[in-house]
């Protein structure tokens, strides 16, 4: 039953181009996520929060940032207990937008979880390891589970008329990195809590 106490996961869209394929393995994964009762979720669009290239004059581990869209980003960031990223792979690694949204926050992304769904070639698997780098750095809990949409689902979703339905072994990937996401983002609530 989701109540007051239910931990909010934002799903968080690492692609901002025009005609960019994420917003399918996006809703995909909000369809999914909201027949859950165990957590809560919030889609995030790296859209309506048009970062600078980083700018600031300290690290947000230092200093809270100056710039208004990353005090925004921050104050949002700040309302949610674990994160899942839709992640493209972009030369072997993450976007830069994505890159730059994860550099303009720390203490925001501390202590909670954080678990991706990657597409692409390799189902975005060099991308998602990077991402998992950096999220050590920024004091998160990077799942084991995820889901990666490899080149045969990839290109069958995008151009041969297939749909997530057709390749069922995703949803239990998906399954297994939200039930994950589910015990880490409770543990790490009641841990905050305690603490604070
Ligand atoms: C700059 C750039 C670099 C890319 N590098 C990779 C790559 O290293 N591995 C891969 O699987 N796909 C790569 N691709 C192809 C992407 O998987 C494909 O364009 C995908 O649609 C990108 O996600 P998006 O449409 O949501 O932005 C690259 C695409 C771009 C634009």
Same mark, same amino acid.
């Given at each position: ?7 909010r996961?934002g ?7 025009e ?40 690290s ?5 940032? %100056? ?6 980003w ?8 674990g994160?899942?990223v =839709? ?5 072997h690694?993450?976007s ?16 909670k979880?954080?678990?991706? =769904? ?21 004091q ?18 995008? %151009? ?8 069922p ?25 305690a603490?604070?």
């Amino acid at each position: 039953m989701i109540t007051q106490s239910t931990p909010r996961i934002g799903i968080i869209l690492g692609s901002t181009r025009e005609g960019r394929f994420g917003e399918t393995p996006a809703k995909w994964i909000r369809d999914l996520a909201s027949k859950r009762t165990d957590l809560n979720f919030e889609a995030i669009d790296l859209r309506d929060y048009p970062l600078p290239f980083f700018e600031e004059q300290m690290s947000p581990l230092f200093a809270p940032p %100056q710039n208004a869209v990353a005090q925004r980003w921050a104050a949002k960031l700040a309302t949610l207990d674990g994160f899942i990223v =839709v992640t493209p792979e972009y030369n072997h690694s993450m976007s830069a937008v994505l890159k730059n949204a994860l550099d303009y926050a720390y203490a925001q992304f501390n202590r909670k979880p954080i678990g991706f =769904v990657g597409y692409g070639g390799v189902g975005a698997a060099r991308s998602i390891e990077h991402l998992r780098m950096v999220a050590v750095e920024l004091q998160m809990a990077p799942v084991r589970f995820a889901v990666h949409v490899g080149m045969v689902e990839f290109l069958g979703i995008w %151009q041969q008329g297939k749909s997530f339905d057709d390749f069922p072994h995703l949803e239990q990937s998906a399954t297994a990195m939200l039930d994950d996401i589910s015990w880490w983002a409770r543990a790490l609530k009641s841990a905050r809590g305690a603490q604070s």
